[in-house]
């Protein structure tokens, strides 16, 4: 796999007329105010000086922000000719960005194609109708496929957003999510857990009792769960999770109120998705050595050791032995079954 790294530059939707629940991006943009073309310049320069030479193969010029291409046009065009100037130059491989689905015209691929945009992810969040309009997302599921079949059409590669435990939602509507990304066949995807922002509508609604967010246990499963139907299908997940730097800007005094914000929900994730192997193998025998690369190893011993507890704890009899092996692949587990005592 190519080592490849992302510029990211946020854009703020200034008065974005939509008002989704879980959306501190108000608090946000009041007080960081517009992006100019200095500020995109410098952030590129910064991540270049120390990117180029490193060894990194691919360099992703990223605007996020959550509506890039709702911005007013001529503004999207600005910081694409930058983007462009970086791409043309050979100092970027590709320009991305992220949108809402119904921010997707033709109109605007046609901007994006004329200054070279590769990468488009559209937040979709759910699939299900009510969940989205609990959630006051503006914009339908339907608006989703055509968004996706046009961003396609255009040859520019496609990515899929999706949260988990918005109002409304259960894990048979994540799933239904799950099917509908599949039928849409991106090439990349993101899972999110909502988190309750302090200021958002969706912290009102959790303070009177009219919303109750999923446990972090029940956010996991639903996670692990889609990661597998996503993965499965072939979808590249390129993130689980968010960092606290994507949910609360410097300067911003907004602070998370509940919901499943865990700094290493990824490695939580990898931990369960282990869990689930070593398990399987474990069934049947009284003696098990789980061999793992580099990376693999933390996941088969969980966050904190907690599969090692857990397989303690749950099969006190069973003998199980953990192996750090170099020669592995640094994702690889293997499994080998050993004599009993
Ligand atoms: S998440 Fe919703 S409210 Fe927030 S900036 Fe994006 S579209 Fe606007």
């Known amino acids: 796999?190519?080592?490849?790294?992302?510029?990211?530059?946020?854009?703020?939707?200034?008065?974005?007329?939509?008002?989704?629940?879980?959306?501190?991006?108000?608090?946000?943009?009041?007080?960081?105010?517009?992006?100019?073309?200095?500020?995109?310049r410098r952030t590129?320069?910064?991540?270049?000086?120390?990117?180029?030479?490193?060894?990194?193969?691919?360099?992703?010029l990223s605007f996020?922000?959550?509506?890039?291409?709702?911005?007013?046009?001529?503004?999207?065009?600005?910081?694409?000719?930058?983007?462009?100037?970086?791409?043309?130059?050979?100092?970027?491989?590709?320009?991305?960005?992220?949108?809402?689905?119904?921010?997707?015209?033709?109109?605007?691929?046609?901007?994006?194609?004329?200054?070279?945009?590769?990468?488009?992810?559209?937040?979709?969040?759910?699939?299900?109708?009510?969940?989205?309009?609990?959630?006051e997302r503006g914009h339908s599921p339907e608006q989703v496929f055509a968004a996706s079949a046009l961003i396609k059409e255009y040859g520019m590669t496609l990515g899929i957003q999706l949260m988990i435990g918005l109002p409304g939602d259960s894990y048979e509507a994540c799933m239904d999510s799950v099917r509908k990304t599949v039928s849409v066949a991106p090439a990349i995807a993101r899972?999110?857990?909502?988190?309750?922002?302090?200021?958002?509508?969706?912290a009102g609604m959790y303070l009177d009792g009219s919303y109750v967010p999923f446990t972090q246990d029940e956010t996991l499963r639903i996670a692990k769960d889609m990661y597998l139907g996503l993965t499965g299908a072939g979808i590249n997940v390129i993130r689980v999770g968010l960092k606290a730097s994507a949910l609360i800007n410097d300067g911003d005094d907004s602070v998370v109120l509940g919901g499943t914000y865990h700094p290493a929900f990824r490695q939580l994730l990898d931990g369960a998705l282990a869990r689930d192997r070593i398990e399987e193998a474990l069934a049947g025998c009284e003696a098990l050595t789980v061999r793992a690369g580099s990376k693999a190893l933390s996941a088969a011993v969980g966050h904190k050791g907690a599969n090692r507890e857990y397989f303690a704890a749950k099969y006190p009899q069973k003998r199980l032995r953990f192996v750090s092996d170099s020669s592995l692949d640094e994702h690889e587990l293997r499994f080998k079954k050993d004599a009993p005592r």
């Open 44 to 60: 590129a320069e910064q991540y270049l000086s120390t990117l180029e030479g490193s060894g990194v193969e691919e360099i992703e």
């Open 191 to 202: 899972i999110y857990p909502t988190v309750i922002i302090s200021g958002t509508k969706l």
């Open 64 to 135: 996020f922000g959550g509506s890039f291409t709702g911005i007013p046009i001529e503004d999207q065009s600005r910081y694409l000719a930058i983007a462009k100037e970086y791409k043309d130059a050979g100092r970027i491989s590709k320009i991305h960005m992220s949108t809402r689905p119904d921010y997707i015209d033709r109109r605007i691929l046609d901007n994006l194609a004329f200054y070279g945009a590769d990468v488009i992810e559209l937040g979709v969040q759910s699939f299900d109708p009510k969940v989205l309009e609990l959630s």
């Open 1 to 40: 796999m190519k080592r490849h790294a992302i510029i990211p530059i946020f854009i703020p939707h200034l008065g974005c007329p939509h008002s989704c629940v879980f959306c501190n991006q108000r608090a946000i943009t009041a007080k960081s105010g517009a992006v100019s073309e200095e500020d995109v």
